[in-house]
C-alpha cells in the first residue's frame, strides 16, 4: 500500500469498510495517526506525506489486524474514558461510554449530600470506573479487587499515569473477599452477558475480550447474585452500591437488591436510552 497520507486513509478505509468495521474510514485515520505518533489533524495538514517504508509497513500490519475485527484499542494500547486515557489491553474489558452513566450517578449523588470517602470497585479490570471517580472526588481513596493478576497490572498503571497511585491499593480477590472495612460506596460492572449469548456477540468482543469478564452465567445475573449475598461484609449500612448492568435485566436486578434490603431503588438510562445501571442505599 503505497501513495500519500490521503490516499492511504481512503484506501484502508475501504478494506476495513469491507470487513464491515463501523466508522471505517475514522477508524483507518486513526491508525495512521498512530503510527505517525501525530494527532489526527497532521492527516489534514500533511495530506501528500509519503510513508517510509516502516511506517507503510506497521500501517499494514495494523489494517490486516483491525480487518479481522481486533479492536481498535487493544491495537493502540489506549482507549479514552471520561476524558481520561486508560492503558488497555486484550486482559480487561475495554471501557465503554455507556459505563459512564455510572459516573453520572455517583457524581449526582454526591451533589445532593452523599460524600463517599473510601469506595470500592468490584471487578476493577482497567480501574477506569474507581480511577475516574476519584478523579472527580479528590477527598476519596479506594480499593480495587480482581480475580485476575494481569488485570490488576493494567490498573496499577493506569494509577501511576493519571497520578491517583497514593489514593488507591488494588488486590486480588472475587465477589465474596473481606477487607475488613466496611466502604461508603461499593460499585460494580460484573460480567452479565448471559453465557449463551456470548457467541452472538460482536467479533471485538467474543474473539479479543476476556471470557471472564463477559460471561455472567446462564442468565446473565450469576455475579450479581453473589455481589449481592455478600454485601454486608463490604457496604456500610446507608452506603450506596451501583450496578452496571445488561439490556432487560434492570428489573431482576433490582428485586434482587430490594430483596436483600436496599432502599431507594433507581434505574438510571444510558446515552441510548438503556436501563443501563441500578444504585440503591443499604438500609441501616
Request: overall charge negative; hydrophobic content about 40%; proline content about 4%.
Amino acid at each position: 500500500m503505497t501513495g500519500s497520507l490521503r490516499y492511504l486513509v481512503s484506501e484502508a478505509g475501504k478494506t476495513l469498510a469491507q470487513a464491515d468495521v463501523a466508522n471505517a474510514r475514522r477508524e483507518s485515520a486513526l491508525l495512521l495517526s498512530y503510527v505517525l505518533n501525530e494527532d489526527i489533524g497532521y492527516l489534514h495538514r500533511e495530506p501528500d506525506r509519503v510513508l517510509s517504508k516502516d511506517e507503510r509497513q506497521r500501517f499494514e500490519t495494523l489494517i490486516t489486524r483491525r480487518a479481522a475485527r481486533e479492536p481498535l484499542s487493544h491495537l493502540t494500547g489506549h482507549r479514552e474514558f471520561w476524558s481520561l486515557d486508560f492503558l488497555v489491553n486484550a486482559n480487561v474489558l475495554d471501557p465503554r461510554a455507556d459505563s459512564e452513566t455510572l459516573i453520572d450517578i455517583v457524581l449526582a449523588a454526591q451533589k445532593r449530600g452523599f460524600n463517599p470517602s473510601r469506595i470500592l470497585d468490584l471487578g476493577t479490570g482497567s480501574g477506569c470506573l474507581l480511577l475516574t471517580l476519584l478523579s472527580e472526588i479528590p477527598t476519596a481513596t479506594g480499593v480495587g479487587v480482581d480475580v485476575s493478576d494481569v488485570a490488576l497490572k493494567i490498573a496499577r498503571e493506569n494509577a501511576n499515569r493519571l497520578g491517583l497511585k497514593t489514593r488507591v491499593d488494588f488486590q486480588r480477590g472475587n465477589w465474596e473477599i473481606d477487607l475488613g472495612e466496611k466502604f461508603d460506596l461499593v460499585i460494580s460492572n460484573p460480567p452479565y452477558i448471559p453465557s449463551g449469548d456470548i457467541k452472538d456477540l460482536q467479533p471485538e468482543v467474543r474473539d479479543f475480550e476476556p471470557r471472564l469478564a463477559l460471561d455472567g452465567g446462564a442468565d446473565g445475573l450469576d455475579c450479581y447474585r453473589d455481589i449481592i449475598s455478600n454485601i454486608r461484609n463490604v457496604l456500610r449500612p446507608g452506603g450506596l452500591l451501583v450496578f452496571e448492568v445488561g439490556i432487560d435485566q434492570a428489573k431482576d436486578v433490582g428485586q434482587l437488591m430490594h430483596d436483600s434490603g436496599f432502599t431507594s431503588v433507581q434505574f438510571h438510562k444510558d446515552i441510548a436510552a438503556i436501563e443501563r445501571c441500578i444504585s440503591a442505599f443499604l438500609r441501616d
